[in-house]
């Protein structure tokens, strides 16, 4: 069975502080990991990673893949107040006709001012 | 604007009934899916439809019915069958589903409450 698993499940820290995000995966037909944040409502697209040890960068949030220990993470420094969100790493799975993402249970960060 | 539209945001069901939740995109993308996320559970995907007049069931589709006769909409009927509906469902959207996997964008999502 496929399991994409983020630890912590929750997370609360103080503004300015760097946090670390996990994201693990067993799967079969891996293709690429994306991440997301959700607020309130519609998850946002955050970075879509495929290729082992290339950084992707995006202003303070900042994520990496490493297939060979098949897991992720998602960096963000000098955290705001608007960064408290539900953090969703996702694999995208390609087995043709029946391609699809598989998502983690998130994670909740909540920072505080 | 471009965009993925649910509708209603809000829904209230008694039991018994089927009620249909709308996803409405004007993104000109091939692939559509709905969603399911309950606290602490992140999201388990009911149904997807890669072309019109075809789709294909997620991991948690019994209950659950779709359609998908234009591109553009794909309404979800959550119907009696399904044991525990009350939840918050999203509808997402790709441009199609390559084998790199596509940026899936998502709705704002229904809140769905069976009283």
């Known amino acids: 069975e496929d399991k994409v698993v983020q630890s912590p499940l929750s997370l609360v820290v103080h503004e300015g502080d760097t946090v670390t995000l996990n994201c693990s995966y067993e799967?079969?037909?891996?293709?690429?990991l994306l991440w997301y944040k959700q607020e309130k409502k519609a998850p946002t697209f955050l970075f879509m990673l495929t290729s082992s040890g290339i950084e992707k960068k995006s202003g303070r949030l900042s994520s990496i893949l490493d297939k060979k220990e098949l897991f992720s993470i998602l960096n963000i420094t000098a955290t705001q107040t608007g960064d408290s969100a539900v953090y969703l790493c996702?694999?995208?799975?390609?087995?043709?006709?029946?391609?699809?993402?598989?998502f983690g249970k998130g994670i909740t960060l909540s920072v505080r001012p | 604007d471009g965009g993925i539209t649910q509708s209603p945001k809000y829904l209230f069901r008694k039991e018994g009934q089927n009620v249909t939740l709308s996803c409405e995109q004007n993104?000109?993308?091939?692939?559509m899916y709905w969603y399911r996320q309950d606290p602490g559970q992140g999201l388990r995907l009911i149904y997807y439809?890669?072309?019109?007049?075809?789709?294909q069931k997620g991991d948690i589709a019994e209950g659950y019915s779709v359609s998908r006769e234009k591109k553009e909409s794909f309404p979800l009927t959550v119907t009696s069958a399904q044991k525990n509906p009350t939840a918050f469902y999203l509808c997402a959207s790709s441009i199609r589903t390559g084998a790199q996997g596509d940026t899936q964008y998502f709705g704002p999502g229904t809140r769905l409450t069976v009283l």
């Open positions: 996702a694999v995208f799975l390609f087995t043709g006709a029946n391609s699809k993402l598989t």
């Open positions: 439809s890669q072309i019109v007049n075809d789709f």
């Open positions: 799967v079969t037909n891996f293709r690429s």
């Open positions: 993104l000109n993308h091939d692939a």
